[in-house]
């Protein structure tokens, strides 16, 4: 299931959540990237308390059923397929779109001290991102009729996208595969 913005927006508005849809993705995606994972059940139990909702409705549990499976399986696509979850500019001007980046960085940061994971100092490439996330969960347009607004946030959304992929792959190492043994080199 590809996730399709405008149909989460509609539900979200439905069911009263108070966190935008890209609040949510970043929340998750910053939780199965530090090595998280939930039951269905815990998932929708997690995804309840964030939305700040009473209880879950049936129509939006079995989007927040696929919604898990996309993250988890575009996240760990080899072609690295994973996409930040922003509206386009058909469904929002571009001052709403870097507030959907910026819940969708705070959403991430939350995440990943939800997920209990990260217990250690991060590495320095993954502490570089995470304070970018940081930066990025403050961003704001300051002159809605600034040309270049769209190219920023063209390039701030995929700087967010290649953060989470490199904290995913910092704390989500493949297993290796049966049959096989890891040898270090040493020099």
């Known amino acids: ?64 059923v696929g919604f898990y499976a996309d993250v988890v399986d575009t996240l760990s696509a080899e072609d ?46 993954v502490m570089e991102v995470l304070q970018d996330l940081d930066a990025f969960s403050q961003a704001q347009v300051e002159d809605v009729n600034d040309p270049e607004n769209v190219q920023l946030l063209n390039e701030l959304a995929e700087h967010a996208r290649v953060a989470a992929l490199t904290v995913f792959y910092a704390y989500n190492k493949p297993a290796p595969q049966a049959g096989t043994t890891e040898q270090k080199t040493l020099h």
């Open 1 to 64: 299931m590809a996730l399709n913005y405008p149909e989460l927006a509609d539900q979200w508005e439905d069911d009263k959540c108070f966190q935008s849809p890209s609040a949510l993705h970043g929340w998750l995606t910053g939780y199965l990237a530090a090595g998280g994972r939930l039951t269905t059940e815990k998932w929708l139990q997690e995804a309840t308390d964030y939305l700040e909702i009473e209880a879950m409705t049936d129509g939006l549990r079995p989007l927040l």
């Open 80 to 125: 690295m397929a994973y996409q930040v979850l922003l509206p386009d500019d058909e469904e929002a001007d571009v001052d709403e779109q870097v507030e959907c980046l910026a819940q969708w960085s705070k959403g991430f940061l939350d995440g990943l001290g939800a997920s209990g994971k990260i217990a250690a100092r991060p590495d320095k490439d």
